[in-house]
């Protein structure tokens, strides 16, 4: 059985072959990438935060969990379900990287939707 595995990573960071299939979970392109050299299997727009609670949250790390109560209430309720299945399925095949072109590493919506899909995962 396939070991898998789920992972956080700037779009800015060199892709590499232990990354799986890289999804993109930011509803705007980054800046300044092209998408030849990003190398991004799918870009779930939809399953990003909504423009106002990105905006809401936007530079405020004291408000993070604010923010993930948030996003988890939209991923549950707001978010097209068919995007929400197609990034569980493909999350269940095997090693998968979430991509996000944030500068804080430790307080995106990649982060929040990782901890949301571990605990829908059981993990």
Do not use: C
Not at 94 to 111: I, K, Q, S, W
């Amino acid at each position: 059985m396939k070991r898998q595995e789920l992972h956080v990573k700037r779009v800015y960071d060199p892709a590499d072959a232990a990354d799986g299939k890289r999804v993109l979970v930011d509803r705007l392109w980054p800046r300044g990438v092209a998408r030849e050299r990003a190398k991004i299997d799918l870009w779930l727009k939809d399953i990003a935060p909504s423009a106002g609670l990105r905006r809401r949250f936007h530079g405020n790390p004291a408000a993070w969990a604010e923010f993930r109560t948030a996003y988890f209430a939209e991923l549950e309720h707001v978010a097209p379900p068919a995007a929400v299945r197609e990034l569980l399925d493909l999350v269940k095949g095997g090693t998968a990287t979430l991509l996000y072109a944030a500068r804080d590493e430790t307080h995106n919506n990649a982060v929040a939707l990782k901890e949301w899909l571990d605990l829908r995962r059981g993990g």
